[in-house]
C-alpha cells in the first residue's frame, strides 16, 4: 500500500480536500481518502508532494466528433479555438485547461478538472471505475504543480505527472 498526500485533493465528485491524502494499493485500487482534522500528520509510507492531486484524465476527445463532444462538454464551447491542434495526451489536456485558466477568471480549476475526469468519464459510461478520487476505484492519480497555489490557477509553468 502506497500513501499519497498533497496540499490539495481535487477528488473530482466533490469539493478539494485542503492537505488530504489518498491511499492505495499496488494495481492502483484507491483503499481510501482520508479528509486530516487539523494538520495533515506524518505517516510511514507516505508521500507528500507540493500541488494538487487528482484523477488522471479520461481521453474522451477521440470518442465523439467535435459536435458531439462540445455537446457533451458545453463548458468547453467557448474556449474551442482555445483548443489544442491535438488532445492525446493528458499534457496536450493540460496546455487547453492552462489557457481557458488565461481566457476567463472565471472557470475554476475545479471546474476544468472535473469536465476531464468524472464528467468524461460518466460521458463514456466508466465513472463506475474511474473519474473521481472514490474507494475502490482505480482512476490513475495525478499531480499538478508550478501553479498560483493562493487563487489555485494554472499558468504557464504549471505541468503535471502522473504517480499511479
Given at each position: 500500500m502506497k500513501k499519497y498526500a498533497a496540499h490539495y485533493l481535487f477528488p473530482g465528485n466533490e469539493k478539494p480536500i485542503a492537505q488530504g491524502m489518498v491511499q492505495v494499493d499496488s494495481s492502483g485500487l484507491i483503499l481510501a481518502v482520508v479528509k486530516?482534522?487539523?494538520?495533515?500528520q506524518e505517516e510511514a509510507g507516505m508521500e507528500f508532494h507540493n500541488g494538487i492531486l487528482c484523477p488522471a484524465f479520461v481521453n474522451v476527445y477521440h470518442?465523439?466528433?467535435?459536435?458531439?463532444?462540445?455537446?457533451?462538454?458545453?463548458?468547453?464551447?467557448k474556449f474551442q479555438a482555445l483548443q489544442p491542434e491535438r488532445l492525446s495526451t493528458e499534457k496536450d489536456v493540460l496546455s487547453w485547461l492552462i489557457?481557458?485558466?488565461q481566457a476567463?477568471?472565471?472557470?475554476s480549476l475545479q471546474q476544468l478538472i472535473a469536465v476531464f475526469t468524472i464528467d468524461a468519464a460518466k460521458a463514456i459510461d466508466l465513472e463506475k471505475e474511474m473519474g473521481s478520487l472514490t474507494a475502490g476505484k482505480r482512476p490513475g492519480l495525478?499531480?499538478?504543480?508550478?501553479?498560483?497555489?493562493?487563487?489555485?490557477?494554472?499558468?504557464?509553468?504549471?505541468?503535471l505527472k502522473r504517480l499511479v
Open positions: 486530516p482534522h487539523g494538520k495533515l470518442e465523439f466528433e467535435p459536435e458531439r463532444f462540445y455537446r457533451k462538454f458545453p463548458l468547453l464551447k489557457a481557458i485558466q476567463d477568471e472565471q472557470i495525478m499531480l499538478l504543480s508550478g501553479m498560483d497555489y493562493q487563487k489555485l490557477r494554472l499558468t504557464e509553468k504549471s505541468h
